[in-house]
């Protein structure tokens, strides 16, 4: 398996991953809106290919805290593994490569919705607590699952406030 940075070529293969992991266009179409969304720049689109076969994408658009530059900050969403290849570590590397990234790039806070059973694996942990909230309010049930993982401890202690999503993602829909 190799891991690289998907361009503007690999966008129906990139699309296709995400139609064939969710089994929804949903997640295609968000992606699809994100990466022509320039709110969301600058972002980290990463495609995992076994042979030349696309069997994962991973995307990370920016975020900022109450219209704040810094802490530098992103969001992870979304993450998919086409059926045949999940529970195969395809994700574990994505998320793994991203997180690299980014640390390499400045990027001190990492957001996600998501299971924390899965990312807590990475090092996410609940922001609520962390004084970091979400674009939305949540159910109570998935108040956990907005979750932040940083870099450095300061990032971490500096920042508090609502968090800010590309406008693409920023739809309440996607946080109901
Ligand atoms: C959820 C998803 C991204 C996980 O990726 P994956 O490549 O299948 O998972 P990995 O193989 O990297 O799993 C790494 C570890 O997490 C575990 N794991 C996988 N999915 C999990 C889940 N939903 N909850 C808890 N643990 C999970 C694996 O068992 C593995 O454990 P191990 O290290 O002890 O072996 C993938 O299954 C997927 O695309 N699902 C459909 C779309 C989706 O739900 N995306 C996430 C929301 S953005």
Redesign the pocket.
Known sequence: MIIRTATQADLDQVLDVESR??GSAVEAALVRDLLTDPSAAPTLSLIALDEAEPI?HILFTKASIDGQDRPVSSLL?????VPD?????????LVAEGLARLATDGVSLVFVL??P??YG?FGFSPAIPEGLDPPHELPEAYRDAWMVRSTCESALRDAAGTVRCADAIMRPEYWA
């Open positions: 992991a969710f994962g969403a979304p993450l998919a593994i290849r999940q529970r195969t570590g395809v994700g574990r590397a998501g299971d059973a899965y694996r």
